[in-house]
């Protein structure tokens, strides 16, 4: 099982990325989708998950700026990130777990190796 993010850049502040997270190596049906992000020095934290039927949810300082996205089909999710700030620079990662979602990394089982995302002032 791999999960495979990419999409990461530097992009200036109030501009957009779009973030892709490929799952292979099984079917991904009935699993819910994350994305955490890790700032240097911060712990991993909870950015945005959706489920198999596509009900989605969201840490709150987002505030509207991100949306999570997938297409079953192709075992993918997205990130799309708008209205970027200096603060939302981290490695983002994609994260996969069986059923429901949660917001905390050790409850799933699924990662993929991250992202650079960096917002420049």
């Known amino acids: 099982v791999q999960l495979q993010a990419s999409g990461g850049g530097l992009v200036q502040a109030g501009g957009s990325l779009r973030l892709s997270c490929a799952a292979s190596?099984?079917?991904?049906?009935?699993?819910?989708m994350a994305w955490f992000r890790q700032a240097p020095g911060k712990e991993r934290e909870f950015v945005a998950a959706?489920?198999?039927?596509?009900?989605?949810y969201y840490a709150d300082f987002l505030k509207g700026r991100f949306t999570i996205s997938r297409d079953n089909a192709k075992d993918t999710v997205y990130l799309q990130m708008n209205s970027l700030k200096p603060e939302d620079t981290a490695v983002y990662y994609c994260?996969?777990?069986?059923?429901?979602?949660?917001?905390?990394?050790?409850?799933?089982?699924?990662w993929g190796q991250g992202t650079l995302v960096t917002v420049s002032s």
């Open positions: 994260a996969a777990r069986p059923g429901v979602v949660t917001y905390f990394t050790k409850e799933y089982d699924h």
């Open positions: 190596g099984r079917t991904f049906s009935n699993y819910a």
């Open positions: 959706i489920i198999w039927g596509g009900t989605s």
